[in-house]
Protein backbone atom coordinates (compact mmCIF):
# COMPACT_ATOMS: atom_id res chain seq x y z
CA UNK A 1 0.00 0.00 0.00
CA UNK A 2 1.07 3.30 -1.19
CA UNK A 3 1.85 6.07 2.31
CA UNK A 4 -0.72 8.24 0.20
CA UNK A 5 -3.59 5.30 -0.14
CA UNK A 6 -5.81 4.67 -2.96
CA UNK A 7 -3.92 6.32 -6.34
CA UNK A 8 -6.98 7.30 -8.68
CA UNK A 9 -5.80 7.88 -12.28
CA UNK A 10 -7.25 10.24 -14.77
CA UNK A 11 -6.49 11.22 -18.43
CA UNK A 12 -7.74 13.27 -21.31
CA UNK A 13 -6.33 13.86 -24.30
CA UNK A 14 -2.60 15.38 -23.34
CA UNK A 15 -3.54 15.82 -19.85
CA UNK A 16 -2.90 12.94 -16.90
CA UNK A 17 -2.94 13.11 -13.41
CA UNK A 18 -2.92 11.11 -10.08
CA UNK A 19 -5.22 11.76 -7.09
CA UNK A 20 -4.82 10.10 -3.82
CA UNK A 21 -6.69 9.46 -0.89
CA UNK A 22 -4.48 10.33 1.42
CA UNK A 23 -5.38 14.92 1.92
CA UNK A 24 -7.08 14.29 -1.40
CA UNK A 25 -4.03 15.09 -2.60
CA UNK A 26 -2.78 16.38 -6.83
CA UNK A 27 0.33 14.24 -6.99
CA UNK A 28 1.11 14.46 -10.48
CA UNK A 29 -0.26 16.18 -13.22
CA UNK A 30 1.42 16.11 -16.99
CA UNK A 31 0.55 17.53 -20.77
CA UNK A 32 2.33 14.82 -22.38
CA UNK A 33 5.88 14.09 -21.04
CA UNK A 34 5.82 17.92 -19.19
CA UNK A 35 4.75 18.39 -15.44
CA UNK A 36 3.55 21.34 -14.73
CA UNK A 37 3.35 20.53 -11.38
CA UNK A 38 6.17 19.17 -8.72
CA UNK A 39 4.77 16.23 -7.93
CA UNK A 40 5.87 13.12 -5.81
CA UNK A 41 6.59 9.31 -6.08
CA UNK A 42 3.98 6.91 -4.91
CA UNK A 43 5.94 4.95 -2.69
CA UNK A 44 7.09 8.60 -0.88
CA UNK A 45 4.99 9.83 1.61
CA UNK A 46 3.99 13.60 0.28
CA UNK A 47 6.08 16.14 1.16
CA UNK A 48 5.02 18.82 3.62
CA UNK A 49 1.57 19.94 1.53
CA UNK A 50 2.69 19.28 -1.52
CA UNK A 51 -1.06 19.37 -3.98
CA UNK A 52 -3.25 19.02 -0.84
CA UNK A 53 -6.51 20.71 -0.18
CA UNK A 54 -6.43 23.24 2.83
CA UNK A 55 -9.60 23.16 4.70
CA UNK A 56 -11.35 24.72 7.15
CA UNK A 57 -8.91 27.70 6.82
CA UNK A 58 -5.67 27.98 4.85
CA UNK A 59 -2.24 29.41 5.57
CA UNK A 60 -1.88 30.30 8.89
CA UNK A 61 -3.72 31.10 12.79
CA UNK A 62 -1.71 33.35 14.61
CA UNK A 63 -0.81 30.98 18.15
CA UNK A 64 -3.27 28.75 16.75
CA UNK A 65 -5.65 30.77 19.18
CA UNK A 66 -9.13 32.30 17.23
CA UNK A 67 -12.17 33.15 18.79
CA UNK A 68 -15.83 32.34 17.14
CA UNK A 69 -19.34 32.85 18.56
CA UNK A 70 -17.89 34.09 21.91
CA UNK A 71 -15.70 31.07 22.31
CA UNK A 72 -11.98 31.17 22.57
CA UNK A 73 -10.29 28.19 21.13
CA UNK A 74 -6.61 26.67 20.48
CA UNK A 75 -5.86 24.85 17.86
CA UNK A 76 -3.01 22.10 17.16
CA UNK A 77 0.29 24.43 16.18
CA UNK A 78 0.97 22.52 13.28
CA UNK A 79 3.64 24.85 12.04
CA UNK A 80 5.38 24.19 15.81
CA UNK A 81 8.70 26.48 14.92
CA UNK A 82 6.36 29.90 14.00
CA UNK A 83 3.69 28.80 16.68
CA UNK A 84 0.88 28.33 14.16
CA UNK A 85 -1.63 26.72 13.28
CA UNK A 86 -1.38 25.91 9.47
CA UNK A 87 -3.27 24.73 6.35
CA UNK A 88 -6.41 23.41 8.34
CA UNK A 89 -7.60 20.06 9.28
CA UNK A 90 -7.89 17.53 6.50
CA UNK A 91 -4.44 17.41 4.73
CA UNK A 92 -3.20 14.33 6.36
CA UNK A 93 -6.87 12.75 6.62
CA UNK A 94 -7.99 9.69 4.41
CA UNK A 95 -10.45 10.69 1.88
CA UNK A 96 -13.06 8.45 0.36
CA UNK A 97 -13.46 7.73 -3.19
CA UNK A 98 -17.34 8.76 -3.87
CA UNK A 99 -17.33 8.61 -8.08
CA UNK A 100 -14.89 8.03 -10.69
CA UNK A 101 -14.62 8.03 -14.02
CA UNK A 102 -11.88 8.07 -16.81
CA UNK A 103 -11.14 11.92 -16.86
CA UNK A 104 -13.41 12.70 -13.20
CA UNK A 105 -13.03 11.76 -9.65
CA UNK A 106 -14.73 13.01 -6.70
CA UNK A 107 -13.85 12.13 -2.60
CA UNK A 108 -15.48 13.32 0.38
CA UNK A 109 -14.19 13.54 4.07
CA UNK A 110 -16.59 14.42 6.90
CA UNK A 111 -15.44 16.32 9.67
CA UNK A 112 -16.22 15.84 12.79
CA UNK A 113 -16.51 18.28 15.66
CA UNK A 114 -13.71 18.73 17.92
CA UNK A 115 -13.05 20.69 20.88
CA UNK A 116 -10.61 23.11 18.76
CA UNK A 117 -13.37 23.37 15.34
CA UNK A 118 -16.71 22.12 17.14
CA UNK A 119 -18.28 22.46 13.74
CA UNK A 120 -19.37 19.36 11.27
CA UNK A 121 -18.58 19.65 7.89
CA UNK A 122 -19.20 17.57 4.98
CA UNK A 123 -16.23 18.00 2.42
CA UNK A 124 -16.45 16.45 -1.05
CA UNK A 125 -13.40 17.57 -3.89
CA UNK A 126 -13.72 17.31 -7.30
CA UNK A 127 -11.04 16.26 -9.79
CA UNK A 128 -11.98 16.98 -13.54
CA UNK A 129 -9.97 17.08 -16.59
CA UNK A 130 -10.66 18.37 -19.70
CA UNK A 131 -9.16 20.41 -23.22
CA UNK A 132 -8.61 23.29 -20.38
CA UNK A 133 -6.94 21.25 -17.80
CA UNK A 134 -7.49 20.17 -14.74
CA UNK A 135 -10.52 21.75 -12.66
CA UNK A 136 -9.55 21.22 -8.99
CA UNK A 137 -13.32 22.25 -6.77
CA UNK A 138 -13.65 21.85 -2.94
CA UNK A 139 -17.08 22.29 -1.59
CA UNK A 140 -17.90 22.14 2.22
CA UNK A 141 -21.68 22.04 3.32
CA UNK A 142 -22.27 23.01 7.03
CA UNK A 143 -24.03 20.31 8.57
CA UNK A 144 -24.00 21.45 12.30
CA UNK A 145 -26.59 23.59 14.28
CA UNK A 146 -24.92 26.31 14.23
CA UNK A 147 -22.51 28.71 11.98
CA UNK A 148 -19.23 27.66 11.46
CA UNK A 149 -16.05 30.02 9.94
CA UNK A 150 -14.35 28.50 6.91
CA UNK A 151 -11.56 29.12 4.41
CA UNK A 152 -10.14 27.34 1.69
CA UNK A 153 -6.98 26.78 -0.76
CA UNK A 154 -5.10 24.64 -2.68
CA UNK A 155 -1.39 23.68 -2.61
CA UNK A 156 -0.01 22.75 -5.66
CA UNK A 157 3.62 24.00 -7.07
CA UNK A 158 3.46 24.83 -9.98
CA UNK A 159 6.05 24.15 -12.91
CA UNK A 160 7.18 26.09 -15.97
CA UNK A 161 9.78 23.93 -17.26
CA UNK A 162 13.21 22.41 -16.61
CA UNK A 163 15.40 24.70 -14.14
CA UNK A 164 14.30 26.46 -10.85
CA UNK A 165 11.91 29.25 -9.77
CA UNK A 166 14.83 31.70 -10.58
CA UNK A 167 14.39 30.83 -14.18
CA UNK A 168 10.92 31.40 -14.75
CA UNK A 169 8.94 34.51 -15.27
CA UNK A 170 5.83 35.51 -13.45
CA UNK A 171 2.91 37.06 -14.04
CA UNK A 172 0.29 38.35 -11.17
CA UNK A 173 -2.45 40.36 -11.39
CA UNK A 174 -2.53 41.81 -7.99
CA UNK A 175 -1.96 45.49 -7.06
CA UNK A 176 -1.40 44.61 -3.27
CA UNK A 177 0.13 42.37 -1.14
CA UNK A 178 0.51 41.68 2.83
CA UNK A 179 3.43 42.68 4.48
CA UNK A 180 4.50 39.76 7.12
CA UNK A 181 6.66 39.68 10.30
CA UNK A 182 10.11 37.61 8.82
CA UNK A 183 10.43 35.28 11.85
CA UNK A 184 6.37 33.53 11.79
CA UNK A 185 4.72 35.25 8.13
CA UNK A 186 2.10 36.30 10.07
CA UNK A 187 0.36 39.84 8.59
CA UNK A 188 1.26 43.10 8.98
CA UNK A 189 -0.75 45.74 6.64
CA UNK A 190 -1.46 45.62 3.34
CA UNK A 191 0.83 48.02 0.96
CA UNK A 192 1.21 48.40 -2.81
CA UNK A 193 2.98 46.50 -5.19
CA UNK A 194 4.00 49.75 -7.25
CA UNK A 195 7.45 49.97 -6.12
CA UNK A 196 8.48 46.97 -4.39
CA UNK A 197 10.20 43.65 -5.05
CA UNK A 198 6.37 41.76 -5.69
CA UNK A 199 5.67 43.93 -8.29
CA UNK A 200 4.57 40.92 -11.11
CA UNK A 201 1.89 42.87 -12.94
CA UNK A 202 4.01 42.59 -15.74
CA UNK A 203 5.58 39.24 -16.38
CA UNK A 204 8.97 39.50 -15.23
CA UNK A 205 11.64 37.15 -14.16
CA UNK A 206 11.93 35.94 -10.80
CA UNK A 207 15.03 35.38 -10.11
CA UNK A 208 16.70 35.42 -6.54
CA UNK A 209 13.75 37.21 -4.92
CA UNK A 210 12.07 35.35 -1.95
CA UNK A 211 8.50 35.08 -1.74
CA UNK A 212 5.80 33.82 0.82
CA UNK A 213 3.24 36.69 0.81
CA UNK A 214 -0.68 36.52 -0.04
CA UNK A 215 -1.55 39.26 -2.65
CA UNK A 216 -4.75 40.81 -3.12
CA UNK A 217 -6.60 43.31 -5.05
CA UNK A 218 -7.01 41.06 -8.22
CA UNK A 219 -7.30 42.60 -11.48
CA UNK A 220 -9.85 39.87 -13.34
CA UNK A 221 -11.10 39.68 -16.86
CA UNK A 222 -14.55 40.64 -18.25
CA UNK A 223 -15.86 37.07 -16.70
CA UNK A 224 -14.13 38.26 -13.46
CA UNK A 225 -11.54 35.62 -14.20
CA UNK A 226 -8.21 36.27 -12.62
CA UNK A 227 -5.07 34.34 -13.78
CA UNK A 228 -1.62 33.58 -12.60
CA UNK A 229 0.80 32.86 -15.75
CA UNK A 230 4.57 31.17 -14.49
CA UNK A 231 6.65 31.08 -18.20
CA UNK A 232 9.65 29.14 -18.93
CA UNK A 233 12.62 30.68 -21.26
CA UNK A 234 11.27 28.69 -24.46
CA UNK A 235 7.39 30.63 -23.66
CA UNK A 236 6.13 27.50 -22.30
CA UNK A 237 4.60 27.36 -19.01
CA UNK A 238 1.31 26.94 -17.06
CA UNK A 239 -1.43 28.92 -15.72
CA UNK A 240 -4.05 28.97 -12.78
CA UNK A 241 -7.52 30.64 -13.17
CA UNK A 242 -10.12 30.91 -10.86
CA UNK A 243 -13.06 33.88 -9.72
CA UNK A 244 -11.68 36.46 -8.20
CA UNK A 245 -14.33 37.52 -6.12
CA UNK A 246 -14.83 34.10 -4.63
CA UNK A 247 -10.85 33.54 -4.07
CA UNK A 248 -9.89 37.41 -4.01
CA UNK A 249 -6.87 36.55 -2.27
CA UNK A 250 -3.54 34.31 -3.48
CA UNK A 251 -0.16 32.97 -1.32
CA UNK A 252 2.99 32.90 -3.63
CA UNK A 253 5.53 30.94 -2.57
CA UNK A 254 9.32 30.02 -4.11
CA UNK A 255 9.70 26.98 -2.07
CA UNK A 256 12.89 28.12 -0.56
CA UNK A 257 14.41 25.09 1.47
CA UNK A 258 17.96 25.68 1.34
CA UNK A 259 20.13 22.17 1.27
CA UNK A 260 17.14 19.94 0.34
CA UNK A 261 16.15 18.54 -2.88
CA UNK A 262 12.95 20.26 -3.73
CA UNK A 263 14.62 23.87 -3.16
CA UNK A 264 12.96 26.37 -5.42
CA UNK A 265 11.76 23.76 -8.02
CA UNK A 266 8.20 24.68 -8.11
CA UNK A 267 5.96 27.94 -7.37
CA UNK A 268 2.97 27.80 -4.91
CA UNK A 269 0.32 29.09 -6.65
CA UNK A 270 -2.56 28.97 -3.90
CA UNK A 271 -6.02 30.77 -5.06
CA UNK A 272 -7.63 31.41 -1.07
CA UNK A 273 -10.96 32.62 -0.15
CA UNK A 274 -9.19 34.40 3.01
CA UNK A 275 -5.93 35.74 4.26
CA UNK A 276 -3.83 34.55 6.82
CA UNK A 277 -5.15 34.57 10.27
CA UNK A 278 -8.99 35.55 8.71
CA UNK A 279 -9.85 33.42 11.62
CA UNK A 280 -8.76 36.22 14.17
CA UNK A 281 -8.69 39.49 11.49
CA UNK A 282 -12.16 38.35 9.96
CA UNK A 283 -11.03 39.71 6.71
CA UNK A 284 -13.01 37.66 4.03
CA UNK A 285 -14.02 35.03 6.48
CA UNK A 286 -16.83 32.91 4.87
CA UNK A 287 -19.33 31.92 7.60
CA UNK A 288 -21.39 29.03 6.70
CA UNK A 289 -25.42 28.97 7.99
CA UNK A 290 -26.18 25.14 8.94
CA UNK A 291 -27.26 23.58 5.71
CA UNK A 292 -24.65 26.37 3.81
CA UNK A 293 -22.69 24.89 0.94
CA UNK A 294 -19.56 27.09 -0.14
CA UNK A 295 -17.54 26.17 -3.55
CA UNK A 296 -14.35 27.43 -5.11
CA UNK A 297 -12.81 26.22 -8.27
CA UNK A 298 -9.60 26.27 -9.63
CA UNK A 299 -7.97 25.55 -12.77
CA UNK A 300 -4.33 24.21 -14.28
CA UNK A 301 -3.38 24.57 -17.91
CA UNK A 302 -0.99 24.28 -19.71
CA UNK A 303 0.73 26.98 -22.12
Not at 35 to 64: K, M, S, T, Y
Not at 263 to 288: I, Y
Request: hydrophobic share 40%.
Amino acid sequence: MSPSGTQVELRHGDYTAVVTEAGATLRTLHHGQRPLVVGFDVDEIRPAHRGAVLAPWPNRIADGRYEFAGQARQLPLTEPDRRNALHGLVTWVRWDVVTESAAAVELAHRLVPQPYYPHPLDLRVHYQLDEAGLHWTVSATNTGNGPAPYGTAPHPYLVAGDGRVDEWSLELPATEYLEVTPDRLLPVGRAPVDGSAFDFRAARTIGDTFVDHAFTALSADDRGTAQVRVLAADGRGVACTWDAANCPWVQIHTADRPGEAGHRVGLAVEPMTCPPDAFNSGVDLVVMAPGETHRATWTISAL
